[in-house]
């Protein structure tokens, strides 16, 4: 059975928490995984990701699900920096040793996805994204008619699925930034992220989903201009992030169990 340690503070004075699953055989050989939740920065949380939390664990890893502050208490960038915070404390603590850094992966969750590239490009982590959002700036530009709400369909009777993603996108993306100002969406974009570090990542979305995927095609090119290595797999369909996510699990272990065996 999977050993699990709950609400483990790692932010004493926010009093944020992390999950953490064992596996079976944990060694000197054990990798280390940080998983983080989706939700838009403004909910979500590690206590609904324990089957994924188990898969991982049992998959050879030690994994971690960490919580972070949410919108709109707390806007950009909070949670970008609760989830360094988190990282720093990780590599301080007793459940790492001084030379784990190099056994670190990720998997982010849509926006949870966003907060994983942050920190792939400070600690060069080999990262999995599901339907990671990567720009906002451009995006809100092109759609400065659209009306924000989480219940778009409810709210405002709309029924077109691609205009019920655009509310919600533009609802998730003012509600962490709290604030239409484009030098601030700007620093939110992924591209503007300090990537120097990035090292690996495999990025997954659906081909119509939330996530536009012409805005990860961009960042996908911004990504090679800067001769960092990155794979995309497209998946059929409008499912986003953890709608696929369990199915593409063995995808996403495989291709970091990859990096791992190269970078020995």
């Known amino acids: 059975m999977t050993i699990i340690k709950n609400n483990i503070i790692y932010d004493q004075q926010k009093q944020l928490a992390t999950d953490i699953y064992f596996p079976n055989n944990t060694d000197s050989n054990t990798k280390i995984l940080i998983f983080w939740h989706g939700g838009g920065w403004f909910r979500g949380s590690k206590d609904a990701l324990k089957s994924i939390g188990v898969s991982l664990a049992n998959a050879g890893f030690m994994t971690f699900i960490p919580d972070y502050s949410l919108a709109p208490k707390n806007i950009f960038p909070v949670a970008h920096k609760d989830a360094e915070n988190f990282v720093n404390w990780l590599l301080a603590s007793d459940y790492t040793d001084p030379d784990d850094h190099k056994n670190i992966v990720q998997i982010g969750a849509s926006v949870g996805g966003t907060l994983a590239i942050y920190l ?97 095609l961009d960042f996908i090119d911004h990504l090679a201009k800067m001769d960092k290595e990155s794979q995309l797999m497209v998946i059929k369909g409008h499912r986003h992030a953890m709608d696929y996510g369990k199915e593409y699990l063995d995808e996403s272990i495989d291709f970091l169990h990859q990096i791992i065996k190269r970078q020995k």
Do not use: C
């Open 120 to 216: 792939a490009g400070k600690f060069a982590f080999p990262t999995v994204t599901w339907s990671a959002p990567v720009e906002f700036s451009s995006w809100m530009e092109k759609h400065y008619h659209v009306k924000p709400s989480p219940i778009a369909q409810e709210e405002f009777g709309l029924t077109d699925r691609h205009d019920i993603n655009d509310s919600f996108y533009k609802y998730f993306t003012l509600t962490y930034t709290g604030t239409a100002d484009h030098e601030v969406l700007t620093k939110l974009d992924a591209r503007s992220y300090d990537l120097d570090q990035l090292s690996s990542l495999l990025m997954i979305n659906s081909a119509d989903e939330l996530t536009p995927l012409n805005s990860v």
